[in-house]
């Protein structure tokens, strides 16, 4: 059982050139995120999905889109990247509502991006 | 109304020292706190979580005490263990709607031997 994969799991881009993070679960969550996690700020919230073919903003979604075709992937897309784009990335899932455990978030490994 | 403020930023302690960690909130539909516990280079992990019908609840050596009236809560590491030199978040969330979680900006806690 595999979890939340996400790839790569650091990458540099150079200003305005453009790229998707990967994330892939194999657990049949239903409910989807990707958060970026900056020294002193903590998590926060860019995307989220409730299900495949339904996806919703967060706190911080300017400059990034998301898709959810599959119930297994979540991919995140940056669009004209920026150096303030630069960050940890984590993909993060939990099973819904109305199921045992289903408060809980498992994330990935996150994804490191740097923008230069 | 959103924030979960959380102190201290960082936290060292010796071994077998009680390190604790703090977390106030605003939103009174809250009813769901998480804590969030990440090692260097890994993705955060669920440590123990609490519900605000009680005061406390322990999970080995961690502990939540939630104190509803004054919308803190906080985690107690007993007998600290260089093992548990990692970063912290608390969390929380309500009832209604997609219950998102809302992170607190997390506290490094570095344990010495």
């Known amino acids: 059982n595999a979890g939340v994969t996400q790839t790569p799991k650091f990458r540099i881009l150079k200003i305005g050139q453009s790229m998707t993070l990967q994330c892939t679960q194999d657990m049949n969550h239903n409910y989807m995120y990707w958060y970026r996690q900056d020294p002193g700020m903590g998590l926060k919230l860019i995307y989220y999905?409730?299900?495949?073919?339904?996806?919703d903003k967060g706190e911080v979604p300017n400059g990034y889109n998301v898709s959810r075709s599959t119930t297994e992937d979540f991919p995140l897309r940056l669009e004209l990247a920026a150096p303030s784009q630069t960050s940890v990335y984590f993909c993060?899932?939990?099973?819904?509502?109305?199921?045992?455990?289903?408060?809980?978030?498992?994330f990935g490994a996150g994804s490191r991006l740097t923008v230069l | 109304q959103q924030q979960v403020k959380q102190s201290p930023q960082s936290l060292i302690v010796q071994k077998g020292g009680i390190p604790i960690i703090n977390c106030a909130y605003e939103n009174t539909a809250f009813d769901y706190f998480p804590w969030y516990q990440q090692f260097p280079g890994k993705g955060p992990a669920l440590l123990i979580a609490i519900r605000p019908d009680v005061s406390e609840k322990k999970e080995g050596r961690f502990t939540i005490s939630f104190n509803k009236s004054a919308k803190q809560f906080s985690l107690h590491i007993m007998d600290s263990q260089p093992g548990d030199s990692a970063t912290y978040f608390c969390a929380a969330s309500g009832n209604t709607g997609f219950q998102k979680l809302v992170f607190g900006t997390g506290t490094r806690l570095l344990v010495s031997p």
């Open positions: 999905s409730v299900g495949a073919g339904i996806t």
């Open positions: 993060a899932s939990r099973p819904g509502t109305g199921i045992s455990g289903a408060n809980v978030l498992t």
